[in-house]
């Protein structure tokens, strides 16, 4: 052995002596467990181009109308379709919390309105829902902004009960003022006077006992004195303009719901 290799090997025990040696059921240094990271907020600026409005909203009880169509005879979209709908009238917005809900002045219009809209109709399963004030209580609570109204004629419903003919009573925004309107536009409660574009408001509207109240943010604003049977609940950008109306055919109303429940109890 060479005084070279001696001198080497004196080098290797020292060392060995000095560090310890590995324990021997440790892990490689590559494959020890890492620890668990935590599980990160929502970001609101991520991609959202798998997400789609049932993701905000429970649809599974509402059909949608559109603007869209053969005149007279507007698209809608029904369950199972609507659990993966999205389109330029209804979408999510910026921040993904809420659902856009617009239509435009020059849309389709159902047989029965001169008006266009992107407005859900609640069913009951497979079967358009229909209920009577006058046995039960129901219930419908939204949570929801008016963004934009057409120039021309600012005016937009954004929730309604209606029954097989007509509308029952309408909540609707016409121009800063919010109101409800009912008896054939006869009769109106005001909700809020001076509506300013945007702001978020809860609204539930409960028929029980041969007639309706209207709560806005908590307060009870106004008591409907009407029954019937054959309601439904509608919610959404009901515009009420059109190019007679003065606005150009791409002038939009648009709502955002943020959430939405209906209950009915016996």
Request: proline content about 9%; charged content about 25%; some cysteine.
């Amino acid at each position: 052995m060479t005084p070279k290799t001696i001198l080497l090997l004196m080098v290797l025990l020292v060392t060995t002596i000095a560090c310890g040696s590995p324990a021997p059921n440790a892990p490689p240094p590559d494959l020890a467990p890492a620890t668990p990271p935590e599980i990160a907020a929502p970001d609101p600026g991520a991609d959202r181009s798998n997400r789609y409005p049932s993701d905000v909203l429970d649809l599974k009880n509402w059909y949608l109308t559109l603007p869209t169509g053969k005149p007279k005879d507007p698209d809608t979209v029904e369950q199972p379709a609507l659990a993966r709908y999205r389109s330029e009238y209804f979408r999510l917005d910026g921040a993904g919390t809420g659902v856009v809900f617009r239509a435009n002045a020059g849309g389709v219009t159902t047989k029965g309105s001169k008006y266009p809209r992107s407005e859900l109709r609640e069913m009951a399963g497979e079967e358009k829902a229909s209920w009577s004030n006058g046995d039960g209580t129901h219930t419908m609570t939204v949570r929801q902004a008016v963004t934009r109204l057409p120039p021309a004629k600012p005016e937009i419903v954004a929730a309604q009960i209606h029954d097989a003919d007509d509308d029952v009573l309408l909540v609707r925004v016409e121009g800063n003022r919010l109101i409800v309107r009912y008896d054939d536009g006869d009769s109106e409660a005001v909700l809020d006077p001076a509506y300013r574009l945007g702001t978020v408001y809860e609204l539930r509207m409960v028929a029980a006992g041969g007639r309706v109240e209207i709560f806005y943010n908590g307060v009870r604003k106004a008591e409907v004195p009407k029954s019937g049977s054959g309601w439904y609940f509608k919610t959404g950008a009901y515009l009420q303009s059109n190019p007679d109306r003065g606005d150009a055919p791409d002038a939009v109303g648009e709502v955002v719901i943020y959430g939405l429940r209906v209950e009915h109890s016996r």
